[in-house]
């Protein structure tokens, strides 16, 4: 038998279920807050991520699905989408748009992962990015929509939101000098990605999840003592707005990202019960002139919506949704008119409907509407379509009404 690949999955039934409920509120928000959906390609040119997200991040070092085409051409499968996003507004033009842009998305994603609970090489993110705007009531806004669908989902109390600043460039040169000083003596012992990341990017050595490293990193100096006046202003605001709309938050210096765009205001979901980031984000105001475009200060988050998933199978007990009714026709004749008079017409206004489509006895129809939880039960026998009166059979009280054969009353009635 064919396996799926490692690191995949399957989603049907209930997860379905949960799956659509996310998305159902993901569209609510975000229309409610004027953003605008984008779709972007589910490959890209590999440059995109090697430029954007940065040759030395774990993601595009080691985890990219990369290949080259027919017509050999690099191409990546994208392990995320604020690159895509910002290349969609460059080349389309959106900074001739009214400012800020705001666009969300969601998508699934490819990264050469070690499998483990929660984490994928096929993973899906809902993403919000917003462009035009440096303002720190933007950040707020675009943390404000994370919080409010995980409010809406029920498990913001299950999450922590962690803040942190790392600065603009002036502040990381500083600090990267004064981070390299305190490592000069200890890099040798530490692991051997460490000491690359010691010479070519030595913040992402705060990200390192080796054991061998873990002692050093925990006496690091923080970026938010070498931040600025102006970053350092910017994060008290950041912090004074989200205190205001009693958004709750933890400011944690090891909060640095693992992706190379960011600059200001970085922050993640944290779930301690899954032992997970449930999503993460920040200001990115260098990545549209990285890409090629003109200068313009932006800022998002993604959501890992696999990881929302498992949070919400663990606190909350989802009710799959059944059948309003069952229509029970034991003949073609029968069953037309179940369908044409009745089915079609209840199913237009949202009833959830079966029929009988699989031949099944009268006896056997009572066991899988049983079966299928069905609210309510109707025989729709010769009988029945001859005085238009029929038994409607409430599955869970077992109480059974007769009411006149048409759509009006049957919607009155269950
Ligand atoms: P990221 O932190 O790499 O950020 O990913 C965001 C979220 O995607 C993570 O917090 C996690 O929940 C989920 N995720 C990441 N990798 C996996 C995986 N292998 N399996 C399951 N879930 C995963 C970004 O991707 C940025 N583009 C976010 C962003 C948007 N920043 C600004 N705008």
Request: glycine share 8%; hydrophobic share 35%.
């Amino acid at each position: 038998m064919i396996q799926k690949q490692k690191g995949t999955k399957d989603i049907f039934f209930e997860e379905m279920e949960i799956w659509e409920e996310i998305e159902k509120n993901i569209k609510e928000i975000c229309n409610t807050y004027n953003i605008k959906q984008i779709r972007t390609p589910i490959f890209e040119a590999t440059e995109l991520f090697a430029r954007g997200v940065g040759n030395e991040t774990d993601v595009v070092s080691k985890e990219m699905y990369t290949f080259l085409d027919k017509g050999g051409r690099s191409i990546t499968l994208r392990p995320e989408l604020t690159a895509g996003v910002v290349r969609a507004y460059i080349e389309n033009g959106f900074s001739s748009r009214t400012s800020p842009v705001k666009l969300w998305y969601t998508g699934s994603m490819y990264r050469y992962e070690k499998m483990q609970k929660g984490r994928y090489r096929e993973f899906s993110q809902f993403g919000v990015e917003m462009f035009g705007s440096s303002s720190v009531l933007t950040d707020v806004e675009v943390i404000s929509i994370a919080c409010k669908l995980f409010e809406k989902l029920g498990v913001l109390d299950k999450l922590t939101l962690k803040i942190n600043s790392i600065g603009c460039k002036e502040c990381r040169a500083k600090y990267v000098k004064a981070l390299k000083e305190y490592l000069a003596d200890k890099i040798d012992g530490m692991c051997e990605d460490c000491k690359i990341r010691y010479n070519k990017n030595p913040m992402r050595i705060i990200d390192c999840k080796q054991e061998k490293c873990q002692d050093v990193k925990n006496g690091l100096p923080t970026i938010l003592d070498y931040l600025c006046d102006d970053c350092k202003k910017y994060f008290e605001s950041l912090k004074f707005m989200l205190d205001n709309l009693n958004i709750k938050y933890e400011i944690d210096s090891s909060i640095v990202r693992g992706l190379d765009y960011y600059n200001k205001t970085v922050f993640e979901f944290i779930s301690e019960d899954l032992n997970l980031a449930v999503g993460g984000g920040g200001r990115y105001d260098g990545l549209v002139e990285t890409l090629g475009g003109t200068s313009t200060p932006a800022v998002g988050f993604g959501l890992g919506m696999d990881r929302i998933v498992l949070l919400l199978q663990e606190y909350k007990k989802q009710e799959t949704q059944k059948p309003d009714i069952y229509l029970l026709t034991t003949t073609n004749e029968q069953f037309i008119y179940a369908t044409t008079m009745l089915a079609n017409e209840l199913r237009n206004s949202g009833k959830i409907v079966e029929t009988n489509i699989s031949d099944r006895s009268f006896n056997a129809q009572l066991k899988y509407a049983n079966k299928i939880g069905a609210k309510y039960l109707i025989v729709i026998g010769d009988e029945e379509l001859k005085s238009k009166k029929v038994q409607l059979k409430n599955m869970d009280t077992g109480k059974v009404i007769q009411i006149d054969l048409n759509v009006k009353e049957i919607l009155n009635n269950i």
